[in-house]
């Protein structure tokens, strides 16, 4: 009797997978690390806001995506 109540849950997963679209053999997880590095960081400027001076993020994994940060020694870093 569990054998089958387990089979019927494998079965009924695999469906759903299915009925999801979903493919197992290529579900993979993935995750960005972002350095514990603060960068000395002026101020930021981002396309949704124009020229105008955001308040700075240390780097770009806390910045939104598209702004640039620009640093106290006149180089910039694009955040992509």
Do not use: F, I, W
């Not at 400027?45 to 780097?59: I, R």
């Not at 770009?60 to 992509?80: E, I, M, N, Q, R």
């Amino acid at each position: 009797m569990g054998r089958s109540n387990a089979c019927c849950l494998v079965l009924l997963l695999l469906s759903g997978a299915l009925l999801l679209e979903m493919n197992p053999g290529t579900m993979v997880m993935s995750a960005v690390a972002c350095p514990l590095v603060c960068l000395d960081v002026d101020y930021m400027t981002c396309p949704s806001t124009g020229d105008e001076h955001l308040s700075p993020q240390c780097n770009c994994c806390l910045a939104p995506k598209g702004c640039t940060l620009h640093l106290t020694d006149g180089t910039s870093v694009s955040c992509s």
